[in-house]
T-cell receptor, first 110, second 114 residues
Framework: EDQVTQSPEALRLQEGESSSLNCSYT??????LFWYRQDPGKGPEFLFT???AGEEKEKERLKATLTKKESFLHITAPKPEDSATYLC???????????FGSGTQLTVLP | DTAVSQTPKYLVTQMGNDKSIKCEQN?????MYWYKQDSKKFLKIMFS???????INETVPNRFSPKSPDKAHLNLHINSLELGDSAVYFC?????????????FGEGSRLTVL
């Protein structure tokens, strides 16, 4: 069974203080790793797809990277509007539907 | 225009009652899903339909019955509600051109069973 573990559970940063969120996964044949952003009271919003180790994707202040065991979401010089829960999910050869982690709740203080 | 819309946004009901949640997507996608998000924020897939046909049915009590009248709509009916059914239910859709995990989610329907 696919497993996804995210850390930390919660992270508080000052505006401009860069940091990284971690997503560790155990799957049988990774097909894809996905990052989503979820604001309170809203549904998850797709951010990135990563398919193979070494791949990187960027969007504004966010950069996602992938290794054979984990993915990082790097946040550079965050702003308060980056505050949200960031969810990681995987699909694999044995389970084509998404398996989600429990998320990291990011708070960026002005 | 909301891409994936769910109604109602909130439901509060007593144990034993029956309730329905409706979902509509205007993206022209062929695949739609129901996910359940528990209090610990884990999102778990319940059902998936492709062009009105059920393709994924996870281990969900048969009190939960999805219905897809056409490929733009996927409704969820829940019979004999239990306390443990309290959660946020999300509808989502995916186009054939998107990767397996690139889903568009609705805003969720928060169900509280008293």
């Amino acid at each position: 069974e696919d497993q996804v573990t995210q850390s930390p559970e919660a992270l508080r940063l000052q505006e401009g203080e860069s940091s990284s969120l971690n997503c560790s996964y155990t799957v049988s044949g990774l097909r894809g790793l996905f990052w989503y952003r979820q604001d309170p009271g809203k549904g998850p919003e797709f951010l990135f797809t990563l398919y193979s180790a070494g791949e990187e994707k960027e969007k504004e202040r966010l950069k996602a990277t992938l290794t054979k065991k984990e993915s990082f979401l790097h946040i550079t010089a965050p702003k308060p509007e980056d505050s949200a829960t960031y969810l990681c999910a995987v699909t694999s050869g044995s389970a084509r539907q998404l398996t989600f982690g429990s998320g990291t709740q990011l708070t960026v203080l002005p | 225009d909301t891409a994936v819309s769910q109604t109602p946004k909130y439901l509060v009901t007593q144990m034993g009652n029956d309730k329905s949640i409706k979902c509509e997507q205007n993206l022209g996608h062929d695949t739609m899903y129901w996910y359940k998000q528990d209090s610990k924020k884990f999102l778990k897939i319940m059902f998936s339909y492709n062009n009105k046909e059920l393709i994924i049915n996870e281990t969900v009590p048969n009190r939960f019955s999805p219905k897809s009248p056409d490929k733009a709509h996927l409704n969820l009916h829940i019979n004999s509600l239990e306390l443990g059914d309290s959660a946020v239910y999300f509808c989502a859709s995916r186009g054939d051109g998107g990767g397996t995990g690139e889903l568009f989610f609705g805003e969720g329907s928060r169900l509280t069973v008293l």
